[in-house]
């Protein structure tokens, strides 16, 4: 199962902040695999980070997917 999910950022240290966030979470979630992290600064000094990410068998089962 691979879903993406988008976050808001106020700041842009924030949103890397999110981003280090995610890929430690790849490194404690057995199952959890980080695709991709895309940051992109939107219109009034917000940012929105972007994850991708695949959740094997493992994972979905402890999420009850």
Do not use: S
Request: charged share 25%; no cysteine.
């Amino acid at each position: 199962m691979t879903l993406e999910l988008a976050f808001r950022a106020e700041t842009e240290d924030d949103a890397r902040a999110q981003a280090v966030a995610w890929g430690a979470a790849e490194r404690h979630v057995a199952g959890l695999v980080v695709d991709a992290i895309r940051l992109v600064k939107g219109t009034m000094e917000q940012y929105v980070v972007t994850v991708t990410i695949t959740l094997r068998e493992q994972a979905q089962g402890r999420l009850g997917l």
